[in-house]
């Protein structure tokens, strides 16, 4: 049975394909490592007030949703900013699909005393379809993409798997 497209493989997606190939295949490096523990506590220690971490058929995971149909995700770092605006793109996508609009995203960075907004136009919605398509062939294929070395690998929870 193929697995759904979750809003951490788009988020993958832009940031490594290596990444979302192990990811997929339920190969787990962030146990333990320092980015993803500090991601952990943000969370934990940020936004206490709202209802958290609502799943969405185990495809979506918004990290909160205010009044006036706002889904919040929270991020440490505007670092991999584009990732980020794909993933939420993603969320509001779709609960399109399943009859929910008039529903806007934001990004919240805490730490940065920051928030962005992101909205899904007809662009977005043919390149999340291409995405979707690329994202089907990335994690079929029976061995992991080659490594393609970026800044970001040096803090990544694969690096080991990557590099060593």
Same mark, same amino acid.
């Given at each position: 049975?193929?697995?759904?497209?979750?809003?951490?493989?788009?988020?993958?997606?832009?940031?490594?394909?290596?990444?979302?190939?192990?990811?997929?295949?339920?190969?787990?490096?962030?146990?333990?490592?320092?980015?993803?523990? /500090?991601?952990?506590?943000?969370?934990?220690?940020?936004? $206490?007030?709202?209802?958290?971490?609502?799943?969405?058929?185990?495809?979506?995971?918004?990290?909160?949703?205010?009044?006036?149909?706002?889904?919040?995700? $929270?991020? !440490?770092?505007?670092?991999?900013?584009?990732?980020?605006?794909?993933?939420?793109?993603?969320?509001?996508?779709? /609960?399109?699909?399943? +009859?929910?609009?008039?529903? *806007?995203?934001?990004?919240?960075?805490? /730490?940065?005393?920051?928030?962005?907004?992101?909205? /899904?136009?007809?662009?977005?919605?043919?390149?999340? +379809?291409?995405?979707? *398509?690329?994202?089907?062939?990335?994690?079929?294929?029976?061995?992991?993409?080659?490594?393609? !070395?970026?800044?970001?690998? !040096?803090?990544?929870?694969?690096?080991?798997?990557?590099?060593?």
């Amino acid at each position: 049975m193929e697995k759904q497209i979750t809003g951490v493989m788009i988020y993958y997606y832009y940031v490594c394909h290596r990444k979302l190939w192990y990811f997929y295949h339920n190969i787990q490096m962030e146990q333990g490592n320092e980015n993803v523990e /500090l991601g952990k506590l943000i969370d934990k220690n940020t936004y $206490v007030r709202e209802d958290k971490h609502i799943n969405i058929d185990n495809v979506i995971n918004i990290d909160f949703i205010r009044s006036q149909g706002n889904l919040h995700e $929270v991020k !440490k770092s505007r670092s991999i900013e584009q990732a980020s605006i794909m993933q939420v793109k993603y969320y509001l996508y779709y /609960l399109e699909q399943k +009859g929910v609009f008039d529903i *806007k995203g934001k990004i919240d960075y805490p /730490l940065l005393r920051q928030t962005i907004e992101v909205a /899904l136009d007809n662009s977005d919605r043919d390149e999340i +379809g291409e995405i979707l *398509k690329n994202i089907n062939e990335i994690v079929a294929i029976s061995v992991p993409p080659k490594v393609e !070395k970026t800044k970001i690998c !040096k803090s990544c929870a694969y690096h080991d798997l990557c590099f060593v």
